[in-house]
């Protein structure tokens, strides 16, 4: 059992912690507001910060270029989830991706989410893309089996191929 005194001592913590709290928070300049960090990731990235401030200007910042494959970039991906990087304040560690680099970075060709240093190795190593498949007229392109795979430089090959043959009017796969 508790003395009156060693709760009035834990009480007293809780409440310094509680100010130290707030104090960051007001530093931060989320008074009122709740605190980005507290949030779970899906929950943050549904936050002002990041979708108004944080990722338009990664996104800005690389011109809307892919840092892997230099197609057009629709994602802004976190390399780092520390707190300086998650407040906006280390953009380094957040780089542009088209979607079919950020889906290479984040899943193995079977579907599973990689490891961290997984994706840091498929942020520098394109050997970890699909290869570019080859035309198949029989087929919607879009319903390709590799489509969400494929860098955004090959869907723009694959798609003027498409189109080429298209025209010509070729309807079957070439030998």
Known sequence: ????EEFSMQM???ETAFKEREELKK?????NKVDPLSLEYPDYLKTRLWKKEIRPRILLRDKNKCRRCGGNAEEAHHISYDDEVMLGMDDDKIWSLCKGCHTVVEFTNTGKKR???DKLAALSDVSFN???????????????????????????????EYSERKMQGKTIRPT
């Open 1 to 4: 059992m508790m003395t009156d």
């Open 130 to 160: 699909e290869a570019q498949p080859e035309v198949d007229m029989r087929r919607d392109p879009f319903r390709h089996p590799h489509w969400k795979r494929l860098t955004a430089v090959q869907k723009q090959v694959y798609l003027h």
């Open 115 to 117: 490891t961290a240093e």
């Open 27 to 31: 530093q931060r300049g989320w008074r």
């Open 12 to 14: 007293a913590e809780l």
